[in-house]
T-cell receptor, first 119, second 116 residues
Framework: GAVVSQHPSWVICKSGTSVKIECRSL??????MFWYRQFPKQSLMLMAT?????????EQGVEKDKFLINHASLTLSTLTVTSAHPEDSSFYIC???????????????FGPGTRLTVL | AQTVTQSQPEMSVQEAETVTLSCTYD???????LFWYKQPPSRQMILVIR??????QNATENRFSVNFQKAAKSFSLKISDSQLGDTAMYFC?????????????FGKGITLSVRP
């Protein structure tokens, strides 16, 4: 159980175009989803936290108009990189946290990641 | 705010030997959880082990165990009988217990190489 998928796994796009990445919780309902960015050999950097049906909360320094996040249902969140440029090339990872059922923390389950290359 | 520090960028260990990865953290929270995550070359994040701060007993998962020193805010991971498949980046992480949107704070990670 607790499987999270991401699609696509790898995308190449031209500079100036927009790219959408999907994150799905396959066997549970995710009230909260997180989006991370990771450069090679570096740690995960949290970009934003999204709750189903409400606006995402972005971390300081992350452009919300650049990285659009939509958490439209309890099993799907999308990250759209608008007007992508080569510096947006990175590995994007989502995680999903199920509704807390009395546990003391929100366990996060990670997707396999999406590699974005902007030419 | 919480901080997680992994000061060793890389380590290498011979297959079948034991290796310890270090992690320190800083927080003013009373209740929290600590984790070690493994990220192999596939880049899928895998939870290795979890420690609840209010539990004094160190967590163990097969060949993986932790040395949790709450007063010193230290949380090291010991890998026994290292295997080639243990080659990966390892991240120490912290999350407070309270708050529906509690966020994971990761350390910088350490690249572990297991030599045949």
């Amino acid at each position: 159980g607790a499987v999270v998928s991401q699609h696509p796994s790898w995308v190449i796009c031209k500079s100036g175009t927009s790219v959408k990445i999907e994150c799905r919780s396959l066997d549970f309902q995710a009230t909260t989803m997180f989006w991370y960015r990771q450069f090679p050999k570096q740690s995960l950097m949290l970009m934003a936290t999204s709750n189903e049906g409400s606006k995402a909360t972005y971390e300081q320094g992350v452009e919300k108009d650049k990285f659009l996040i939509n958490h439209a249902s309890l099993t799907l969140s999308t990250l759209t990189v608008t007007s992508a440029h080569p510096e947006d090339s990175s590995f994007y990872i989502c995680s999903a946290a199920p509704l807390r059922t009395g546990g003391e923390y929100n366990e996060q389950f990670f997707g396999p990641g999406t590699r974005l290359t902007v030419l | 705010a919480q901080t997680v520090t992994q000061s060793q960028p890389e380590m290498s260990v011979q297959e079948a030997e034991t290796v310890t990865l270090s992690c320190t953290y800083d927080t003013s929270e009373n209740n929290y959880y600590l984790f070690w995550y493994k990220q192999p070359p596939s880049r899928q994040m895998i939870l290795v082990i979890r420690q609840e701060a209010y539990k004094q007993q160190n967590a163990t998962e097969n060949r993986f165990s932790v040395n949790f020193q709450k007063a010193a805010k230290s949380f090291s991971l010991k890998i026994s009988d290292s295997q080639l498949g243990d080659t990966a980046m390892y991240f120490c992480a912290f999350i407070p217990s309270t708050g529906a949107n509690s966020k994971l704070t990761f350390g910088k990670g350490i690249t572990l190489s297991v030599r045949p």
